[in-house]
Each structure stands twice: as C-alpha cells, then as structure tokens.
C-alpha cells in the first residue's frame, strides 16, 4: 500500500512578485527549492496565510538567491505583494518507509532573506543570504 505524505515544505514565504501574463506557475528561489527537494515543475499546493485562498500550481526556479516568490499567471489572483504563503508538495510512499520519513520544512522571515527554523535539513550558507 502507498499513501501520501507532506515531502517539502516552505512556511511564511513571502511573495515578492505578481506576473499576470505569465504562463502559469509559482517561482522560487531555486537556492530554497533545493533545500527543501523541491523539483522544477513539481506539483505544489499553496495556501495563502493573509486570505485562506489555496490553489494548486507548479513550481519553477527563479535566480539562485534572489529571494523570489512570484505568483505567475492565474496564481497571480491569490494574493498580493507582502502575503505569506505555505507552499507543499507530496509524496508517495509505502508503509515501511512511512513509518520513519520526515519531511523538509523551512520556515522563513524577513521577505525569505531568513531562515528561522529548519526540520530535516543542513542549511547552505548560499540560502542565507
């Protein structure tokens, strides 16, 4: 049997941009996609803190440290400038590995330039910028 449990996790992203006419999309800074294992083109649930809205995109890299969280396309419409975001992906896995995962969270502050708590994570310097 499989189920399916949080993998990633970004807590109090903040969004830093808004791009109406863009194709679609959640970008992230890609120095925090990594720390989490987070993929190019991954699945993402998003739920906006500031206005309960939730939404499910995909998540694509924006610059290596440029600390960016941008609503692209429709996402655009679920929140403004300054919102905090929780951002997910999921995973599928059996029982026996169930019993002993722990997914990667990191909670952020300061428009994502910090890193408050880190769950099952080493920390590159790079993210801390």
């Known amino acids: 049997m499989q189920i399916t449990l949080l993998k990633s996790k970004l807590l109090r992203a903040e969004v830093t941009d808004r ?3 863009y194709e679609g999309s959640l970008a992230i800074d890609a120095a925090l996609m990594e720390q989490v294992g987070l993929r190019p083109y991954e699945k ?5 803190i500031a206005n309960g809205e939730r939404f499910e995109t995909y998540a694509i ?3 290596k440290g440029s600390h960016t969280i941008s609503l692209n ?3 655009a419409h ?3 400038l300054g919102d905090l975001l929780v951002i997910m992906a999921f995973g599928q896995f ?3 590995e169930a019993g002993s995962w722990k997914p990667k969270v990191l909670v952020l502050a300061d428009g994502n330039r910090r890193v408050i708590r880190a769950d099952n994570i080493l920390i590159a310097e790079d993210v801390l910028v």
Not at 44 to 48: E, F, G, R, S, T
């Open 19 to 21: 791009a109406l006419h």
């Open 44 to 48: 993402i649930l998003v739920a906006n």
């Open 61 to 63: 890299e924006s610059p």
């Open 73 to 75: 396309g429709a996402a």
């Open 78 to 80: 679920k929140g403004e």
């Open 94 to 96: 059996d029982v026996v």
